[in-house]
């Protein structure tokens, strides 16, 4: 099958399908009104649509601080519309990267693929109640920062080299990665988004796994998720708010083309402009919480509490890279050298 013709089929006819579906269901029940209340949502996500694509930050780390931290949106509706518009941007991007063949890390994504699942549903049920809305906007925006801290060191100061592929993992890495898929899951269940990033973090950091592989990776992945907790909270929870429905019906067309579009970008440029994206967009995210917000008293201590787990987690990670490194000095070259067991093998140039 032509590279053109696999397109056709797994990627516009599908998406065109949505489409339609989407346009006919406006015109039956007169919706498009909302675009004239809700347009602030659909500009949001042009521009989360295409960092859901060209990064590992979900659609939902752009949409849940938006809207809790700019437009004082609950937090719990902020979490079931990122999982809802997820559902749709990360599906598309997942079918774009299948008829792409775009080169993604089958080990990493079946092993956090089980795991993640799973998390999703934990958190679902029982640990997003339990969770104060100022809190998890500070949990997320200060961990990230940990993250892009950590990630700025091996990319700049310490100069890793990245690989395309995992290494055979033993039983204790398969556990340790099954335990981050499920952490990741947890954090998607409460807010919407981190599975994608907490696996990245993971991946780049411990096995110098490039981030134009780990990339697609965790697209894939942040789509599974969207689709388990969007269906969780539709037929089992059924905890749905109309207000989601709403900012969902107006972001659908923009997201079926952005987030693709953000893969495609993706997978053109070097890698490191991947990495100074993420950079910008975790720090522009943690200064305006810290101006919104104004944590204080034990705001402020959770949230220098999770910045320092992040700080000791992501460290961790890069030392253990760094001593893997040192031991086998030729492992990341013979690593980069052999394609990673994608999708499907890299296409001729």
């Not at 079946?110 to 104060?132: E, H, R, Y």
């Not at 989601?244 to 997201?255: A, E, G, H, K, Q």
């Not at 890069?318 to 296409?347: D, E």
């Amino acid at each position: 099958m032509t590279p053109s013709r696999r397109t056709l089929l797994i990627f516009i006819l599908p998406v065109a399908c949505v489409y339609a579906i989407w346009a006919s269901y406006m015109t039956a029940t007169g919706q498009w009104g909302l675009f004239a209340t809700k347009y602030y949502m659909t500009i949001t996500m042009i521009f989360g649509s295409f960092i859901a694509g060209a990064t590992p930050e979900g659609g939902g780390a752009v949409a849940f601080p938006v809207m809790t931290l700019v437009y004082a949106i609950p937090p719990e509706i902020a979490r079931n519309f990122s999982l809802a518009i997820q559902s749709i941007g990360m599906g598309a991007a997942t079918l774009w990267i299948i008829a792409r063949r775009v080169p993604v890390e089958t080990t990493y994504l079946k092993i956090a693929l089980v795991a993640s699942t799973l998390g999703v549903l934990v958190a679902s049920f029982w640990i997003a109640p339990l969770v104060p809305p100022k809190f998890s906007k500070m949990m997320f925006v200060t961990f990230w920062l940990a993250f892009g801290i950590a990630l700025f060191f091996i990319n700049h100061i310490r100069k890793r080299q990245a690989v395309d592929s995992l290494p055979g993992l033993s039983q204790a890495q398969v556990a340790e990665l099954l335990a981050v898929g499920f952490i990741g899951g947890c954090f998607s269940g409460v807010l919407g988004n981190g599975v994608d990033i907490c696996t990245f973090a993971y991946v780049t950091m411990k096995y110098n796994l490039s981030e134009k592989v780990a990339t697609p990776t965790s697209v894939i992945l942040m789509a599974s998720n969207a689709w388990v907790g969007n269906l969780t909270h539709f037929f089992l929870l059924r905890d749905v708010q109309p207000a989601v429905i709403d900012y969902w019906l107006v972001c659908i067309p923009v997201v079926m083309l952005g987030v693709p579009f953000g893969a495609y970008f993706m997978s053109r440029v070097p890698r490191l402009v991947i990495a100074w994206t993420l950079y910008v967009i975790i720090t522009v995210q943690f200064i305006g919480a810290l101006l919104i917000l104004k944590p204080t008293g034990s705001l402020a201590l959770g949230s220098a509490l999770v910045f320092l787990l992040g700080i000791v987690l992501f460290f961790g990670l890069t030392l253990q890279s760094g001593r893997a490194a040192a031991a086998k000095p030729t492992a990341g070259g013979q690593a980069r050298k052999r394609r990673g067991p994608g999708l499907h093998p890299r296409p001729p140039a």
